[in-house]
């Protein structure tokens, strides 16, 4: 499910992200708080090195963010919404798009794809 996240200070809108069924069951047993790690892409260690000591991660470099859930209920419609006081982090979450922007996205994902395909061509003709 697509829960929108806000900023507990201003609520502002930060993010929206994808919650699995798994996280949907534990706020539908009671838990209204749950905590995600972003997203965080490391550099892959040189080449020519034996050993990559510099890849390990340690503990200070690890961040949470703990979303509060607060559930929606309209008529029929039951849905939640998230409320964090780590902005910062939650917007490094990975994010999921709204349905209405799912085609541009592909459009633009598929755009990008075509391009580097001629690239590689263009590269392996030369």
Not at 71 to 84: A, C, F, P
Request: proline share 6%.
């Amino acid at each position: 499910m697509r829960v929108p996240i806000y900023c507990g200070e201003t609520f502002e809108a930060l993010t929206i992200i994808k919650v699995e069924k798994w996280g949907l069951e534990m706020l539908d047993d009671g838990c209204r708080f749950l905590r995600f790690a972003p997203f965080i892409k490391m550099p892959p260690p040189p080449l020519r090195s034996v050993h990559c000591s510099g890849a390990v991660m340690r503990d200070e470099s690890v961040r949470i963010c703990t979303i509060q859930f607060i559930r929606l209920r309209l008529t029929d419609l039951k849905s939640w919404i998230g409320v964090t006081g780590d902005g910062e982090t939650a917007l490094l979450l990975r994010s999921v798009f709204l349905p209405g922007q799912q085609s541009e996205v592909r459009e633009a994902e598929a755009n990008a794809q075509a391009d580097m395909m001629a690239l590689m061509l263009k590269n392996l003709s030369r």
